[in-house]
């Protein structure tokens, strides 16, 4: 792994909030929220569900986050449901789609989101453009060598099953996107064990021309002795500057529970594997440093899937959300956790 020089960059955990597993908003059980951003102008916040349309209609929400003057979080104020729709206009059938990180459109007018796809089937993720009563509007173009691939049964190529676009942002002033496989596509190398680490794929595209920016590996940590490799990977990535951002990543141990750690990664230095079809094993990986680990501080994570930037705390320090998900009553809890940064100048 390229391990970064010590970052100045400082990150506490303030509180947290959670939800009953039987809360309910607009007739529908909450649950699954795996992406989550925040608007500054609205004072809003956008978060995202990864129900495939088995649990009620595939959607995404607005909603506020109170944080009183001692920054501890309130409960959380469910203010709209919106229904995502397909290509068609219609709302996505059942497991035709599979949702996982959402961030609002400059203007806040709308949503891109992705989706992992299936691999399984040979269904590619996407990241797609939405206005903010869950129209389809546009596809940005993803790299080829995303794209799985199936040859008898075997996958040659592309985003592992369950392990694709999980995580996306906006960056450089919100003119390109950034989104990033959760594991190695399967001509990069093996998805994360205890014995080694996995070399995912960032790709940035320009968010109007869809021209490809850049594509880069993230060097995603071991699975922890005794942990789930279908439950490791990065999570949620979050812009910093035009090559700077932050990666939340997370496993599930058995008897533990879930982990989660927020690293400070970058692309300086980096080889680019632009337009590669497989990467070379020689590549040098994207550093990353280690800021915060949950569960060396004490803290349960619950299945943390998304983050993102809210508002300035009182003092001057940004604040950082990350959202888990519930996985529908089947693992974790629904829970908001509020963190402080510093050392952002």
Known sequence: MGHAQDSPITVRHLGMSTLPDDFEFAGQRVGGLSGIDYSQGRKAYLAISDNRGEAGPVRAYTLRLPIDDDGQLGTPEFEKLITLSDTNGSPYAARTVDPESVRWTPNHKGMIYTS??????????????ADLDGRYVRDL???EAFTPRLESDRQTAGIRDNLGFESM???QGSSSVVALSENALVQDGAAASTEAESRSRLVRVHRTTGENLGEFVYPVDKVAPGGMPVATGVAEILSISADRY?????SNVPGLGFTARIYETSTAGADSVTGAHAAPPTARPMTKTLLFDFRANGIDPQCAEGMTWGPTLRGGQRSLIVVSDNNFGLAGSTAFHL????GMD
């Not at 963190?339 to 510093?342: F, K, M, R, S, Y």
């Open 116 to 129: 992992e796809g299936e691999a399984k089937v040979g269904r590619a993720g996407f990241v797609r453009e």
């Open 141 to 143: 173009p993803v790299p």
């Open 169 to 171: 942002d906006l960056a």
């Open 246 to 250: 932050l990666t939340l990543e997370r």
């Open 339 to 342: 963190l402080a940064v510093g």
